[in-house]
């Protein structure tokens, strides 16, 4: 495609539910990141994929929040037990090398009720 | 810990001023620079990068320093316009294998 694509573009669901946000990157992009954003605020680093292997996990806040890149293309963000604080847009970034500029998605607004 | 500190929340100019817009650093030695324009319920779009050992980057009517002693960079758009209105954030990165650190972010309001 000619973009990042996230899917779908708004959640909504209950507290204690799981999620699964997924993102597809521009084709042959081989490092991919996932961030978060609170209204207000810039975007929060999650975690960095360079090909299927996360490169750097340490911004995941806890064990709740798991992502994957199984096939070095397609990342799911998974997030389980939700709660009320992990409302936020999520947002998925890809680019050629980790050294160069990312291209966003427009993220995916979660709201856990 | 790390921190980035971007000048203002809000930055409020008259089209046809230059907007400057500062971005300040502690505790971090980045490789390089990125300016990202957002705007609502948009993602970031990236503008321009600039790598420590550079001093001045140009695009069109944008302009960035880095100096890397003051741990600051500055961004300025000239002759600005109310399509320059926008939320613009800076990051910092380190060498390849790491990701980008972003600031609050300056939202900035040209009006006619």
């Known amino acids: 495609g000619a973009g990042v694509s996230q899917t779908p573009s708004n959640k909504v669901t209950e507290k204690g539910k799981y999620v699964e946000l997924r993102c597809d990157p521009i084709?042959?992009?081989?490092?991919l990141y996932w961030y978060r954003q609170s209204l207000g605020q810039g975007p929060e680093f999650l975690i960095y994929?360079?090909?299927?292997?996360?490169?750097?996990d340490s911004g995941l806040p806890n064990d709740r929040f798991f992502a994957v890149r199984p096939e070095g293309s397609v990342s799911t963000l998974k997030i389980q037990r939700t709660e009320r604080g992990d409302s936020a847009v999520y947002l998925c970034?890809?680019?050629?090398?980790?050294?160069?500029?990312?291209?966003f998605g427009n993220g995916t607004r979660l709201t856990v009720t | 810990s790390q921190k980035i500190e971007q000048n203002s929340e809000a930055l409020n100019i008259q089209e046809g001023k230059t907007a400057t817009l500062t971005c300040n650093y502690t505790n971090y030695s980045p490789a390089y620079l990125q300016w990202y324009r957002q705007d609502p319920g948009r993602g970031p779009v990236f503008l321009l990068l600039i790598r420590e050992n550079e001093k001045e980057k140009r695009k069109e009517r944008l302009k960035v320093t880095f100096d890397t002693t003051l741990k600051q960079s500055l961004f300025h758009i000239t002759a600005s316009q109310p399509a320059d209105s926008a939320t613009y954030l800076c990051?910092?990165?380190?060498?390849?294998?790491?990701?980008?650190?972003f600031g609050k972010g300056t939202t900035l309001s040209v009006s006619s």
């Open positions: 994929f360079q090909g299927t292997g996360a490169a750097d």
């Open positions: 970034a890809s680019s050629l090398r980790s050294d160069q500029p990312l291209h």
């Open positions: 084709s042959g992009h081989t490092a």
């Open positions: 990051a910092l990165g380190k060498q390849a294998g790491t990701a980008l650190i």
